[in-house]
């Protein structure tokens, strides 16, 4: 299944209101919603998935679960992503079977041939530039190494990480599909505003 170029990721921070933001992302046309909600116990996670695959099912949007893919699949959602800590993916591709989207965390070449060799139908790469929505990431690696990235693999990349949509040109002249953002659009003023102008960046429609 085609991944959309456009993920918006739920803001797992505290003072956030996710499903405001996600029906905005819908409503201005994004095509993926990436459901992350890290300190969320299993069920809570499960409820809010729940919530998120409705909205984006009456949008014709693709709905993943970050980090748990038997949440995914209890939901019915077209997929999930998995970061280094999570499932196995080669384990996680023969749980879900081969039409589920599975994406998969790298940084480099070499971890991306490794992902796609396991399973990825996609790959998340970066942090591409510096952010601060998430505590704790390794240092940006650059629009150079995305490109290499893009050239090792022939699975779509979505670089995540500080992008913004006065950056996406320089991501698409590297090559990557798309792009992931959490900050970007929970943070904006006006978020519908901001996905439309990330889907203009991108050379999307934007509703």
Known sequence: M??????VITDARPGRDPIAVVRAALSAGTPVIQVRAPSASGRELYDLAVRVLHLCQAHGAQCLVDDRPDVALAVGAAGAHLGADDLPLAA???MVGPAFILGATARGPDEARARVADGASYLGVGPAF???TKSGLPEPIGVATLAQVVEAVTVPVIAIGGVSAERVPE???AGVHGVAVVSQVSDAADPAAAVRALLRALGQVAA
């Open 2 to 7: 085609p991944i959309g170029r456009l993920h």
């Open 92 to 94: 996680t591709r023969r």
């Open 130 to 132: 510096a952010t601060a």
């Open 171 to 173: 991501l698409l002249a």
